[in-house]
């Protein structure tokens, strides 16, 4: 018996005297735990948050219902988010024959089409918490009743004039889009990107709150944001994981060790992005002496048993899970409760008055960026001043310590991997690191020009040389495929390069105009780059887009990781010729511009030198069609040696055909060419049988051929 069967016999022995149970008296349990801890909460120090705020009580259904609905809120965004990573990736579905790389048509298992369901029905209920935001905010902000707030004009009223009510109603609108999709889709290739919808159901509430006022804003939002989501990982996987526990589903143990590594890296994150938020906000003397600081400290302490509990999951339980999986279930409701306590925890923190700023005298240029330039940007003094970007320089970090353990695998395996290909991956996410954390990323939201310098790197530079280095060929080539029917990071990556979505996404004509696309869409509306230039998100957002939009775009014409259809290099080149020149003319336009974009927003700065405002757009366009000009010409000469390259393996594949005698279409052209050179009978004979209509045709309705060399017009290679 091997030992997988082994394994299998001790875990049906295991269960064979186990029920099947619901979880979602458990998960009411959790939601209940989280909201009244944050009500009661908030409620003791009611007092205080409205003296320090100036605003009256709006009464007991705002003061109980805001922080207990918000709580409930934030365990059901986990739930989602972990239900479909237990789908995508903890619980291996119905591979049609077994074949992982048919991985791509794989429906859900029955486990795994509950996990889904679950995470849909959650990501739903979590939008109609999010809609029932919006008026209890109102309430919160103006100590108006709840009852007043609910009438349809004022929800007009507080989506325009309340920042966190606008985040909630965004959050209401993508929970609605990922939770019917959830519903909708059953296969497997659309759980990753519903895990993905699922965690931007919450990046918008981390976009609002103290940490996206005052000073360092940028380090506060950037740091809660990666809280926020190391918290729903590591919360939602752990209830996603019960479910599976208590459904008796089939890999628990599979399951469980990966979640593992992941809530681990999730703990980590956590810590690191608390430490950084709490700087910001809080001073250590703050910590035991203000309401915050408070609040604060049992927050830290309920991670840390946390972190003891899931050292206490790795020690003895993840060891004996098939033989004794009823101690990690108990174990694991222990840690969920704890982590709903911890949630409501740190739900008060959101209606808690944070201790006064370190400087209260805040110049108009902190408020608005997070903090101040006090010198003129040029080409030596970029490279000089260095302000660390929590978002992308630690997202640069990660995936080059990844491409490294990928590289460390391969090698480990026996394999071999091309160095060039590391060395594009450290220059992409080189670049990444130094244009977002450098002078650069700095002064991009002070000026036009820098704003258009960081905007050419970060879609043209980085997207090119990270596509160049083949992440999704080092992870097959790092991990071995799995055993058939059970998936792995190899059989992932593979399904990605295989992926419908991505099918439709490397065409060339929709890849060039979502590449186009984002360039004039941001640049021909003014009032939308306004608005983006003016909030933090909307840089984030702004970012990501060029980071994205130009790695799909580099990716089918250039990339090193396979796509769905690999089109002949004559026809990327002819696409990448025929988008060159709406490229060159978005910067001309913008040289050409006589509008000020983002006037009001770079006037308010107050920069300390002299700025001609449309002057330093004009240099920006310019930056726009020359800096534009280098990638897409050097991607212009990889195709067209690719192209070389191809046209002169075909011609040496022919000419080999042609002298191993392997040509039939070859000699069947000579033996043409001699049968009609020959002409009489041997001519009369080919004629009739290669042209039999020709031969009936009455011999004084057929013109006389014509004198002189016959000419054979169809082009083909040299003989």
Known sequence: MSALQEKETTTRASTSTRKVRSTWPLYLLFFVVAGLVGATISFEFLTDSLVA?????????????????RAVGWMLAALAIGSFMFAAFYISPKVPEGDNSRLVEAPLSVDGDIAARTGAVSTLCFGLIALLMIPLTLSDVSGTPFRNTLAIDMWGVAISQVSTALAWSVVAGISLVVGVAGLVFRKWIAQPLLFVGAILTIVPLGMEG??????????????????????????????????????????????????????????????????????VRVEWSDWFTTTYGFILVAKTVGLVLLGFLGFVHRMLTIPVINSRPGMFLRFAVVEVILMAAVTGVAITMGRTPPPPPRDPNLSQMAIQMGYDLYEKPTLGNVFT??????????????????????????????????????????????????????????????????????????????????????PLTLIMAAYEPGEPGRPTAHDWALAITKAPLLKVLTHPLVNTMQFLFVFYVLYLFIPLYELAISEHAGHLAMNWAFLISGYLYFWELVGTDPVPVKRPTAIRLAWLVGSMPFHLFAGIYLMQLTTVMGED?????????????????????????????????????????????????TEIAYEERVASGEDQ?????????????????????????EFP????????????????PVLDLRSRRKR
Do not use: C
């Not at 705020?53 to 609905?69: A, M, N």
């Not at 534009?628 to 002169?648: A, C, N, T």
């Open 210 to 279: 103290h940490a996206a006022a005052g000073g360092a804003h940028d380090y506060g939002t950037n740091s809660y944001l990666w809280h926020l989501v190391g918290m729903a990982v590591w919360v939602g996987g752990l209830m996603a994981l019960i479910a599976h526990g208590r459904r008796l589903g089939p890999d628990m143990e599979t399951g469980l060790r990966r979640y593992s590594s992941v809530a681990l890296f999730a703990l980590i994150v956590m810590a690191i992005s608390g430490l950084i938020n709490a700087a």
């Open 601 to 649: 927003f770079y006037m308010s700065l107050g920069l300390p030198w002299e700025l001609n405002l449309l002057e330093d757009q004009k240099v920006g366009g310019g930056i726009g069609w020359a800096s534009g000009s280098f990638p897409l010409g050097l991607v212009f000469l990889l195709l067209f040696i690719g192209w070389r390259r191809d046209d002169r393996a």
């Open 385 to 470: 001043m260095w302000r660390f970007d929590v978002m992308f320089g630690s997202i640069a970090i990660l995936i080059t310590a990844g491409y490294l353990y990928g590289i460390w695998r391969v090698y480990r395996r026996g394999g071999t991997w091309d160095h060039r290909y590391t060395a594009m991956w450290l220059l992409g996410t080189g670049s990444l690191f130094v244009t977002t954390s450098s002078g650069l990323g700095m002064n991009m939201p002070a000026t036009y020009s820098m704003h258009m310098i960081v905007h050419m790197i970060l879609s043209m530079v980085v997207p090119l040389f990270l596509a160049l280095g083949g």
């Open 665 to 689: 279409d070859y000699e069947a052209y000579n033996e043409m060419l001699a049968r009609i050179s020959a002409g009489g009978a041997a001519r009369e004979e080919f004629e009739e049988k």
């Open 53 to 69: 705020l100036g605003i009256p009580d709006p009464g007991p259904v705002t003061t109980w219902g805001l922080p207990f609905f």
């Open 693 to 708: 209509r020709a031969a009936e045709t009455p011999a004084e309705d057929t013109p006389e051929p014509p004198e002189g």
